[in-house]
């Protein structure tokens, strides 16, 4: 389980296919820290370490994690939101986020505003997905909050620390975000539906 608060960046080094996966070489100073088979979220989605080499690690992403995900996007000089799972003693800074990708949205504008940003996203709506006027979101691994909800968008704002510290400083309109919804609502909106 992770928090949505981004701990590091990480800079993608290397890409290999291997049939329909793709291993991801990163570069990150939390590398010494990492562990073989540990759990990762990367831009929000859960990937396991498979092999450390000083500042370097490799994770693999299998085809329903690339088709499901942005990471497909990824290439060398990327840069990847990182954070390791939240330990059973560790603080709820963000939200409950499980590093499940539900779908892909698109950034449809940015805006700076008197030095913060607004960000507006927009998603279809029909996978089942909402946002909630001063809900969670957690976008490309960052917990946020949503306003301007609406049933195929939504706006979140960003503050110069988190805007300097993550890749949103490289988001641009037309960029496809990863978008985990929050896990309350999924659960709701399952119970109000039926099975």
Same mark, same amino acid.
């Given at each position: 389980?992770?928090?949505?608060?981004?701990?590091?960046?990480?800079?993608?080094?290397?890409?290999?296919?291997?049939?329909?996966?793709?291993?991801?070489?990163?570069? $990150?100073?939390?590398?010494?820290?990492?562990? /073989?088979?540990?759990? +990762?979220?990367?831009? %929000?989605? *859960?990937?396991? #370490?498979?092999?450390?080499?000083?500042?370097?690690?490799?994770?693999?992403?299998?085809?329903?994690?690339?088709?499901?995900?942005?990471?497909?996007?990824?290439?060398?000089?990327?840069?990847?939101?990182?954070?390791?799972?939240?330990?059973? $003693?560790?603080?709820?800074?963000?939200?409950? /986020?499980?590093?499940? +990708?539900?779908?892909? %949205?698109? *950034?449809?504008? #940015?805006?700076?505003?008197?030095?913060?940003?607004?960000?507006?996203?927009?998603?279809?709506?029909?996978?089942?997905?909402?946002?909630?006027?001063?809900?969670?979101?957690?976008?490309?691994?960052?917990?946020?909050?949503?306003?301007?909800?609406?049933?195929?968008?939504?706006?979140?704002?960003?503050?110069?620390?988190?805007?300097?510290?993550?890749?949103?400083?490289?988001?641009?309109?037309?960029?496809?975000?990863?978008?985990?919804?929050?896990?309350?609502?999924?659960?709701?909106?399952?119970?109000?539906?039926?099975?």
């Amino acid at each position: 389980m992770f928090t949505g608060i981004i701990e590091n960046l990480a800079t993608v080094v290397g890409r290999t296919a291997e049939g329909t996966n793709i291993t991801f070489t990163l570069r $990150s100073s939390l590398a010494p820290e990492l562990k /073989v088979d540990q759990s +990762v979220s990367h831009n %929000g989605v *859960c990937l396991t #370490v498979t092999a450390i080499e000083g500042d370097t690690y490799t994770v693999t992403a299998v085809d329903e994690t690339l088709q499901k995900t942005n990471l497909g996007q990824l290439q060398t000089g990327s840069l990847v939101n990182l954070e390791r799972c939240m330990p059973a $003693s560790g603080r709820f800074d963000g939200h409950i /986020v499980q590093g499940h +990708v539900d779908q892909v %949205g698109t *950034c449809s504008q #940015v805006q700076e505003v008197d030095g913060s940003w607004l960000y507006d996203f927009s998603y279809d709506s029909s996978l089942g997905n909402i946002t909630v006027e001063k809900g969670s979101i957690c976008i490309n691994g960052v917990s946020l909050t949503v306003f301007n909800s609406q049933p195929d968008a939504f706006r979140v704002a960003i503050i110069p620390y988190t805007h300097e510290h993550t890749n949103f400083h490289q988001l641009r309109a037309g960029d496809r975000v990863n978008l985990e919804f929050d896990i309350l609502g999924k659960y709701i909106q399952r119970i109000l539906k039926g099975y």
